[in-house]
């Protein structure tokens, strides 16, 4: 009994610290226009700037692509 009690115990720390945790950053509201604006502003020039950036060539794969069959031919015979 008292090692569940101590499991619980436990369990309930850890989700006590998660939760403190995570309160502390994360997603914020605010009804502030000014700052709504400037999030909306910057998310525009990031649009922009990576629609100006040339497309970027996928980077090539360690595959073989050498176009020979992976199989051995069977042997021919005469």
Known sequence: ??????????SFSALAGG??????TGVTMSTDQAKADDVLQRA??????QAAQPAQPAEPTMHHKSGHPHHKKPAQSQ
């Open 1 to 10: 009994m008292k090692k569940t009690s101590l499991a619980v115990l436990i």
């Open 19 to 24: 939760a403190y945790a995570q309160s502390d």
């Open 44 to 49: 525009q020039a990031l649009q922009q700037q």
